[in-house]
T-cell receptor, first 112, second 113 residues
Framework: SAVISQKPSRDICQRGTSLTIQCQVDSQVTMMFWYRQQPGQSLTLIATANQGSEATYESGFVIDKFPISRPNLTFSTLTVSNMSPEDSSIYLC?????????FGSGTRLTVV | QKEVEQNSGPLSVPEGAIASLNCTYSDRGSQSFFWYRQYSGKSPELIMSIYSNGDKEDGRFTAQLNKASQYVSLLIRDSQPSDSATYLCAVNILGGSARQLTFGSGTQLTVLP
């Protein structure tokens, strides 16, 4: 299975600011996925990031709020923009492997 | 109707018992099904994948799939306290133009020593 390095692991941010989360994969992958897990909830897909094209966002998520970059086949970033306390969640990146989907270790974001 | 539904629990079983976790899904075209385990404060960890009708066994874990009934389950035999976690059912469901992994709400399992 692919190994994903995700950072930062956690951050506390002021409302109105932005945070960029990075994911580095140890192998080339076509698609990378970004999820949000709100406190006590399951995972919700934010967007799918393909290299060389714009990310595809799920209903309820927009590019202005969650811009994504995918400069190559091993790296992606998700930015949480103009944060509010409602953005406090765990953010996870994921890739599909031979046996299933692997997740990064997650970024625990607290907005104060 | 939710796309992936799990018995939300919480579920408690005594050590050594069998824990049974259930999941139904709405997309009849789904071909890939997964069970993830998530410890508190950690990211999901894949424990089983299943693609064909029937049973798939891996150690103490058995996944069961019935596509006609749109039902997938996970059995954990000889449950151990270390199995206490939230178990997430995930299904590859057609969303928009591509298939995407969709999660159920999770079942919190507690194995009592």
């Amino acid at each position: 299975s692919a190994v994903i390095s995700q950072k930062p692991s956690r951050d506390i941010c002021q409302r109105g600011t932005s945070l960029t989360i990075q994911c580095q994969v140890d192998s080339q992958v076509t698609m990378m996925f970004w999820y949000r897990q709100q406190p006590g909830q399951s995972l919700t897909l934010i967007a799918t990031a393909n290299q060389g094209s714009e990310a595809t966002y799920e209903s309820g998520f927009v590019i202005d709020k969650f811009p994504i970059s995918r400069p190559n086949l091993t790296f992606s970033t998700l930015t949480v923009s103009n944060m509010s306390p409602e953005d406090s969640s765990i953010y996870l990146c994921s890739v599909e492997g031979r046996y299933g989907y692997t997740f990064g270790s997650g970024t625990r974001l607290t907005v104060v | 109707q939710k796309e992936v539904e799990q018995n939300s629990g919480p579920l408690s079983v005594p050590e050594g018992a069998i824990a049974s976790l259930n999941c139904t899904y709405s997309d009849r075209g789904s071909q890939s099904f997964f069970w993830y385990r998530q410890y508190s404060g950690k990211s999901p960890e894949l424990i089983m994948s299943i693609y064909s009708n029937g049973d798939k066994e891996d150690g103490r874990f058995t996944a069961q799939l019935n596509k006609a009934s749109q039902y997938v389950s996970l059995l954990i035999r000889d449950s151990q306290p270390s199995d206490s976690a939230t178990y997430l059912c995930a299904v590859n469901i057609l969303g928009g133009s591509a298939r995407q992994l969709t999660f159920g709400s999770g079942t919190q399992l507690t194995v009592l020593p």
